[in-house]
Nanobody, 122 residues
């Protein structure tokens, strides 16, 4: 499985960004795509996930109502609105071979994209 996740960038607080993640390779019929962010020196922070087959989604409380995860054809998207400085992190697109639906558990994910920097200025 390959995950291509360009995007990211610099935005002012209150602004929006959209991240994308192209999924290719040998995928299972049921899998989940998640977005995990990390700030240097801090733990990984799962923020959103989507079940590829059914489209069910799940969000961390910290982003609920501001972030939206979706998918279309072979690409997943993370729409980030009302961004805050505390959203600044490297964002990773991740793939998990799980049938239990969207999950924010790190151990459910097997493949990681290259990571993209999102910086929100105050």
């Amino acid at each position: 499985v390959q995950l291509q996740a360009p995007g990211g960038g610099l935005v002012q607080a209150g602004g929006s960004l959209r991240l994308s993640c192209a999924v290719s390779g040998r995928t299972f019929s049921q899998f989940v795509i998640g977005w995990i962010r990390q700030v240097p020196g801090k733990e990984r922070d799962p923020v959103a996930a989507i079940s590829w087959s059914g489209g069910d989604t799940y969000y961390a409380d910290s982003v609920k109502g501001r972030f939206t995860v979706s998918r279309y054809k072979n690409t997943a998207y993370l729409q980030m609105n009302s961004l805050k400085p505390e959203d600044t992190a490297v964002y990773y697109c991740v793939y998990g071979r799980t049938t239990k639906g969207p999950t924010l558990a790190l151990y459910d994910y097997d493949y990681w994209g290259q990571g993209t920097q999102v910086t929100v200025s105050s």
